[in-house]
């Protein structure tokens, strides 16, 4: 059977969400050169893809200030720290 993925809304804002706190700007890494257009597409379609939604989503909600990592956990863990050592 076919894994079921979630909501594009829900893990495109998801993903834009985890970058904020990270203090990254996905669209200015895509300027940049460092994110392509499809990588960007396979965070998103990963992130849908993700069973610790609810606990990233909670992460999110209690964070009281940036965050120099994903959640734990994170399906674009790799993505996201890459594109903080270029930041």
């Keep these: 059977m076919p894994q079921r ?3 594009p809304a829900r893990h495109f804002w998801l993903t834009r969400s985890v970058a904020r706190v990270m203090d990254l700007n996905l669209s200015e ?16 379609t990963s992130c849908r893809g993700c069973a610790l939604v609810e606990s990233c989503e909670h992460w999110l909600g209690h964070l009281t200030g940036p965050s120099s990592a994903p959640p734990p956990g994170c399906c674009n863990d790799a993505t996201f720290r890459r594109l903080k050592t270029l930041h």
């Design 5 to 7: 993925l979630g909501d």
């Design 29 to 44: 890494a895509m300027l940049a050169g460092h994110l392509k257009p499809d990588q960007y597409a396979r965070m998103v």
